[in-house]
């Protein structure tokens, strides 16, 4: 899951400062218990000391080392068994010198081999949903909260139905959608006027799908394109700010036609819409335009792909933040 670079080194930077705090709580341990047991700490110096002789001697030439490995063995039994009689008597909680890591499956590096460790991807998890609540605001947007009374349940001859009934559909699509998202769970067009839930449904499908451990990018049209100008225009230090649009699992754009539209804006949507089309990774759009008019405003490039592959969700009724 490739989470954006400033969710990855806020989370690497959280499991490095537990990766401390454990080490100075091991410290702190060792040395409560050599104080109240000074004995532990002569034997803990001579198992380190068994370990150094054991490798020399296996790596010594010339005679057989099996009878000298032999007694380095004894001995470090020996003083494990001591060591262990201290400890009971000492009525230590379990584990309390055993020197663990913040993490048993990858000793608090973050990867297991190549692949990213779970405890690494949780803080990723968590530092995106921080992210996604600071970018979304209220922190109230979720399937559970959304209202389908604030539209209007009377019947609509242009709509074929109330505005009720077909929220009530949009709404069923969305939730599905964030329940069993995948990268390949294909795209979604919200199209309507303003007021009318598109970005609060946007904001349940993020919260979502980012709680099930999926990177996600929640971002205004406005915003994204200026992050591509600044990428291209602000020199080395802002190189790497658009990444994280083309390789999130789920991206998310919000009000598409509200920036201003330049021949850099149509370029930058079109490697955006087309990347993320061959690379098979999912797009929700955000628009007050009707589909008719994205050919219009961008190119028929980007409407044929956008109108093609993405399904049209259809937002009516009045305005809710008037209400």
């Known amino acids: 899951m490739a989470y954006s670079e400033q969710v990855l080194r806020r989370a690497r930077a959280r499991l490095e400062q537990a990766k401390q705090e454990r080490e100075r709580e091991n410290a702190a341990h060792r040395q409560e218990a050599y104080e109240r047991y000074p004995r532990l700490k002569e034997i803990d110096r001579e ?24 007694q380095i063995r004894d001995r470090n039994l020996a003083l494990q068994r001591e060591r262990d009689w201290i400890l009971e008597a000492g009525d230590f909680e379990e584990g309390f010198l055993d020197d663990a890591p913040v993490c048993a499956k990858c000793g608090g590096t973050g990867y297991e081999g190549n692949q990213m460790c779970s405890c690494l991807r949780e803080l990723c998890r968590q530092e995106q949903k921080k992210e996604l609540t600071s970018l979304l605001g209220s922190g109230r947007e979720s399937f559970d909260t959304f209202r389908l009374d604030v539209y209007s349940d009377v019947y609509d001859d242009t709509l074929g139905t109330s505005p009720r009934k077909l929220m009530q559909s949009n709404f069923n699509i969305c939730r599905r959608y964030a329940q069993n998202f995948t990268p390949q769970s294909g795209n979604l067009l919200f199209s309507g006027a303003t007021g009318l839930g598109k ?8 919260r979502q799908v980012a709680d099930r451990g999926f990177s996600v990018v929640y971002e205004t049209a406005i915003r994204m394109f200026a992050d591509f100008e600044a990428e291209k225009f602000g020199g080395e230090e802002q190189r790497g700010l658009t990444h994280k649009y083309l390789a999130c699992d789920l991206l998310i754009i919000d009000d598409i036609g509200t920036e201003m539209t330049t ?3 149509i370029s930058a949507m079109y490697n955006i819409i087309n990347t993320r089309l061959m690379d098979g990774k999912a797009t929700v759009i955000s628009t007050n335009l009707v589909p008719e008019a994205i050919e219009g405003r961008y190119s028929p490039q980007i409407a044929s792909r956008i109108l093609g592959t993405y399904r049209l969700i259809k937002f009516a009724g009045s305005d809710i933040r008037r209400q």
Not at 199 to 206: R, V
């Open 263 to 265: 021949q850099f804006t």
């Open 47 to 70: 198992l380190q000391l068994t370990m150094a002789q054991l490798m020399a001697t296996a790596l010594r030439h010339g005679e057989d080392p099996t009878q000298a490995i032999a």
């Open 199 to 206: 970005t609060f449904l946007s904001a349940c499908i993020a």
